[in-house]
């Protein structure tokens, strides 16, 4: 009788504790997830911020996160996940105890391992009483996302061709200043007139600082990635880690252009995450915000691709037919076709020139290094 009356009450109690601490387990929480950087290159390692509140008088025996994440980013031992990890996805689990009016916050760290635009629409929060009587769950949107930049190699580490394309462009410049082109800004020098004083960086720096201008005539500086392996190819990249060493080449070669205060400019032949029926062209430019475009650009690469490069160039030669300015392309790819010879002979002819930067097979076991 006294077991019977022990069953009871034990029962009772724990239905008590179901309704009060199980169902009102998600009510009053708050929970933010973020990244430390919403941009990087590939390589880099970087926070994943996650902060959860219980705003109520009523504690949270416990409380499971659940989200699905890229399978590119390695987290590091002993980050306080659980981790179950897939070819392209990977499965994070996260436990909590929430004490009444407690907000925690756990940071993780991690690396982005490949090149991509990354998204995260929502993770699923379950929570219940101790004796798990009352469970109840809800998704909560997210929207998050990550850029993640091919990564950089040094640039005395690029094929020797490399250095001779650059010092060729670097010498086209013309020696006379356009007034209406200002770059930023510079030290004062002897001989410089006083209406190029820039005031405000020079109340700034605390030294007198001018206008830094550019040239007449800068040569447009053309970054060109071949997404084709070989001339046989056509549709999906069969040896993606040589395309992948591709990028990293051009991701180099725009941020040492633009670096150096040259316009410079980025097309490649295969798709983009962004969508198109044309090969993208994003023409020459300076500065920062130019940089980061062209960056995303190689981040949202598709290794597929959508026509020939011969193709590619053919186009080059029909919209250069009018064009008054000289441009130096740097044609990053794995070979060189009669057919791409022969648009390439065309291009000289008009006057522009084309190097080509070539790309070795590469194993999966030679990847680069980010810098």
């Not at 929970?31 to 926070?47: H, M, N, V």
């Not at 109520?56 to 002993?78: D, H, I, N, Q, Y």
């Not at 880690?241 to 040492?256: F, K, M, N, S």
Request: proline share 5%.
């Amino acid at each position: 009788m006294d077991l019977l009356w022990l069953v009871v009450v034990g029962g009772i109690v724990i239905g008590i504790h179901g309704l009060w601490f199980g169902r009102s387990a998600l009510r009053k929480l708050t929970y933010s997830r973020q990244f430390s950087k919403s941009r990087c290159y590939a390589g880099d390692e970087l926070e994943m911020v996650e902060t959860i509140a219980n705003e109520k008088r009523v504690s949270v025996p416990w409380l499971r996160l659940e989200a699905m994440l890229p399978g590119s980013f390695v987290f590091r031992t002993g980050s306080g996940m659980a981790i179950s990890q897939g070819e392209i996805y990977q499965n994070h689990k996260s436990i909590f105890t929430l004490k009444p009016f407690t907000r925690i916050t756990r940071k993780h760290p991690l690396v982005c391992s490949r090149r991509g635009i990354y998204t995260m629409q929502s993770i699923t929060m379950t929570g219940g009483d101790l004796f798990g009587v009352w469970r109840t769950s809800k998704l909560i949107p997210m929207h998050l996302s990550m850029i993640v930049y091919p990564s950089l190699i040094r640039p005395e580490d690029l094929p020797a061709i490399y250095q001779v394309w650059q010092g060729e462009v670097e010498v086209s410049r013309w020696i006379v200043e356009d007034p209406f082109l200002i770059l930023g800004v510079r030290p004062y020098g002897a001989g410089d007139p006083m209406n190029r004083i820039h005031w405000k960086a020079s109340a700034r720096t605390g030294e007198l600082q001018v206008y830094k201008q550019g040239w007449t005539a800068d040569p447009q500086s053309w970054i060109v990635v071949n997404i084709q392996e070989s001339a046989d190819m056509w549709s999906v990249v069969t040896k993606p880690e040589t395309i992948e060493q591709a990028l990293r080449y051009a991701a180099t070669a725009v941020v040492d252009a633009i670096g150096r205060g040259l316009p410079a400019g980025f097309a490649h032949n295969g798709y983009r995450i962004s969508g198109g029926h044309e090969p993208l062209r994003i023409e020459p430019d300076y500065g920062s915000p130019h940089l980061e475009l062209l960056l995303e650009a190689m981040a949202e690469i598709e290794l597929k691709c959508m026509v020939p490069m011969e193709q590619f160039l053919r186009d080059e030669v029909l919209w250069n037919e009018e064009a008054q300015q000289v441009r130096s392309y740097l044609l990053i790819t794995t070979y060189v076709s009669p057919a791409m010879e022969n648009e390439i002979s065309r291009l000289h002819e008009q006057g522009h020139r084309v190097t080509i930067l070539p790309v070795e097979q590469v194993t999966t076991s030679n990847k680069a290094v980010s810098a």
